[in-house]
């Protein structure tokens, strides 16, 4: 059963097919070189370039996987969480879609399409687990007893992970987003040449926390007014930077894993692209004793494919329809 799925709950605009678990084309038209110049995503520039792409994103879509608009099963969206402007575009579009196509609608949750992300290909060897979805605009640690079956253990009390990176980068003068472009300038750097908190490493809880990081490199960049001019201490900086965050996100998913029993830990969202934090969860988890998964780069970002897989899973397995006059829900919880 062929199922069009549509992303746009941020500033990319994905549209893909999927059958039978099997992804058929995942087409994502991203929006980085307009809103770097503003240093972040200004929602109602998103909007207009999701209504201006989502036309030929979705022809590009149904061309690639060899379908046609009459060989869709089922129509499916991003409901939530996500900018309200931008989640409306590809909503609405997908329901109408649904309408003059009379098939039948599903409204996905962007954090549970991640959550299973690291599954794609192959849920069939699905065990239960601790997750830790991290991105730009969240992190969140949650527990996965079976599918669709989770509750949320914790997450940021202020910034999440991936808006430090960007918003420490910043303040570096790197261009947005920052997470890349830290991750590559510390691949050079020395992580411990400049030590910064780590804040709540040691708290029992399984919530985090960001903003203190950022405030303590703000307060080290204006009292060492000088190592913006040496390249060497920038990448140093942003090894040090990078490694307080990683430290916080390897340690507190461990200790949930740990805690809680599972056997397997996961990990999603687009800070999982982060070479180092994959690398700190591989080495953790096997000196812990635990499976890891971890999402594949391209179901990191945000993606088309990974709602159409939820989507058409949740389809097969009974799950009641959305209703054609849903509304989206920017603030959905996990």
Not at 149 to 159: E, F, I, N, P, Y
Request: include cysteine; hydrophobic fraction near 45%; aromatic fraction near 6%.
């Amino acid at each position: 059963m062929p199922v069009l799925a549509v992303e746009t709950s941020c500033d990319e605009t994905s549209v893909a097919v999927v059958r039978d678990g099997a992804i058929l084309s995942n087409v994502v038209s991203s929006q980085i070189a307009l809103h770097t110049e503003y240093g972040g995503v200004v929602p109602e520039l998103a909007a207009r370039e999701h209504l201006r792409n989502f036309p030929s994103v979705a022809r590009t879509a149904l061309a690639q996987a060899g379908v046609s608009a009459a060989d869709i099963d089922a129509v499916a969206a991003t409901q939530g969480p996500g900018l309200p402007t931008a989640l409306l575009v590809g909503f609405k579009a997908a329901q109408a879609i649904a309408f003059a196509l009379r098939k039948p609608f599903i409204g996905i949750n962007h954090h549970e399409a991640h959550l299973y992300s690291p599954w794609i290909g192959d849920f069939a060897g699905f065990q239960p687990n601790v997750s830790l979805i991290v991105s730009g605009g969240h992190t969140i640690l949650a527990r996965v007893e079976s599918l669709f079956h989770h509750h949320v253990l914790g997450s940021t009390l202020d910034d999440a992970a991936g808006e430090c990176f960007d918003k420490t980068g910043k303040l570096i003068g790197l261009p947005y987003p920052a997470g890349p472009e830290i991750d590559k300038l510390a691949e050079h750097g020395d992580p411990k040449a400049f030590d910064f908190p780590r804040p709540l490493i040691n708290d029992a809880g399984d919530d985090f926390s960001f903003s203190g990081l950022k405030t303590s490199v703000r307060y080290f960049l204006r009292d060492n007014p000088g190592l913006m001019n040496d390249g060497k201490k920038i990448r140093d900086l942003c090894a040090g930077i990078q490694a307080a965050i990683v430290d916080v996100l390897v340690a507190k998913t461990i200790r949930a894993a740990e805690r809680t029993g599972a056997g397997c830990v996961t990990a999603s969202g687009g800070v999982t692209c982060n070479r180092v934090l994959r690398r700190e969860l591989e080495d953790a988890c096997g000196k812990n004793g635990f499976a890891l998964r971890l999402a594949e780069n391209k179901f990191c970002t945000d993606n088309a494919a990974m709602i159409g897989i939820l989507a058409e899973r949740k389809f097969l397995s009974g799950v009641t329809a959305t209703p054609l006059d849903a509304e989206i829900e920017p603030g959905m919880a996990l």
